[in-house]
């Protein structure tokens, strides 16, 4: 039975409101020039410190570990749980295929440019390495941050200007994988409420990013997917898992936990609404900051008004099929009652 975990929900709701905010602001407000600003702004520094996709990518991680171990449990074969994640992932490259061709063009799917299919993509990867070594989600960890790591580096340094994978371009393999692998890693101590773990990482991480800073690369890039970017933010995101598991029962995480149960829907129907009518009516860079989040505002409120209504009448036809099977058996005995008598 496929139960959920409230913190993974109220994590994946603020991840994907996160996202929506700050695409949003990119899609329609003229004051967004994040993307322009010198490396050494600080705005540029905020930008690369309180980034959307590390979150995103932890959760996908550690939904990913939830996943995994209920089939496991379950007694699900490691092959039959591949061919599961084949198709499950196998379906958001598909959708990320989609997204890409009704908004933009199929060049930003194939240079992993679109978040769902390379969630897919990187989901895949992760699972397969996780069949192998679900013993040791530690050491998985490590091994991937250090192949990640090496590969970076590799690329940084002797593949420039060369015609290269696409795996290292958009959503590149070093920035993705070592979140998909710390999600792992701390799904079971979500589970467990290990508490103390979280917050330990949290700190390690913290330090383990300043002493990259301070010995290896001053740099924190997002865009170049640096280990002091990395290591800064996983540390960000273990901070606000642990906020979430002291404090989960107050009010306002129930508006996360509603966001992260349906984040799905709410990503593809803002990049698929609000891009296009960006793209239809011309409207890129033409409002102001308030009037985006307004906007913003305004496509949040009809999204929860769709999934409430299609919930709402799921039930309902959900009832109605019931009662009519009830009654089809009943009418059945009767007649099976009348024919004996």
């Known amino acids: 039975m496929l139960t959920r975990v409230k913190t993974v929900d109220i994590l994946r ?15 329609f407000s003229r004051d967004f020039v994040l993307y322009n600003l010198d490396k050494r702004d600080w705005n540029r520094l905020g930008f690369d410190f309180f980034n959307w996709l590390p979150i995103f990518m932890t959760v996908s991680g550690i939904s990913l570990f939830l ?23 196998g379906g958001y490259i598909f959708l990320g295929l989609l997204i890409c061709l009704w908004v933009a063009d ?4 194939l240079e992993f440019g679109e978040v769902v299919g390379a969630i897919g993509l990187y989901a895949l990867i992760s699972l397969t390495l996780l069949l192998f070594f679900h013993k040791h989600t530690f050491w998985l ?18 593949c420039v200007g060369m015609i290269i994978s696409p795996f290292f371009y958009g959503f590149t393999i ?9 999600g792992i890693f701390l799904a079971d101590k979500i589970l467990t ?4 773990v979280i917050s ?27 280990t002091s970017f990395v290591l800064l933010s996983l540390s960000t995101v273990s901070f606000i898992l642990c906020l979430i598991m002291k404090y989960s029962e107050l009010k306002i995480f129930k508006l996360f936990e509603f966001f992260g149960k349906h984040a799905l829907f709410f990503y593809v129907y803002h990049v698929a609404v609000l891009y296009k009518l960006v793209v239809v009516f011309n409207i ?7 009037t985006s989040i307004i906007v913003t505002a305004i496509s949040l409120c009809i999204g929860s008004v769709i999934i409430q209504f299609y919930g709402e009448l799921w039930k309902l036809t959900k009832s109605k099929f019931k009662t009519l099977i009830k009654g089809v058996f009943k009418f059945q005995h009767v007649l099976t009652i009348k024919g004996c008598g």
């Not at 960890?141 to 002797?158: D, K, T």
């Not at 070093?174 to 710390?182: E, G, N, R, S």
Request: aromatic share 26%.
């Open 141 to 158: 960890m490590v091994g991937i941050w250090i192949f990640s790591l090496a590969l970076r580096e590799y690329v940084s340094n002797y």
């Open 13 to 27: 709701g603020i991840a994907v409101l996160w996202m929506v905010w700050f695409q949003t602001w990119d899609f």
């Open 67 to 89: 996943s995994f171990r209920r089939k496991y449990e379950g007694g699900y074969s490691k092959f039959r749980i591949w061919i599961h994640g084949l198709r499950r992932y």
């Open 284 to 290: 890129s860079k033409s409002l102001d900051f308030l």
């Open 106 to 109: 199929i060049t930003l799917f």
């Open 174 to 182: 070093w920035l993705m994988l070592p979140y998909f692998a710390a």
């Open 193 to 196: 409420r290990k508490f103390k």
């Open 200 to 226: 330990s990482f949290c700190f390690l991480t913290l330090i383990s990013a300043l002493f990259s800073i301070f010995l290896f690369s001053p740099k924190i890039s997002y865009f170049e997917g640096t």
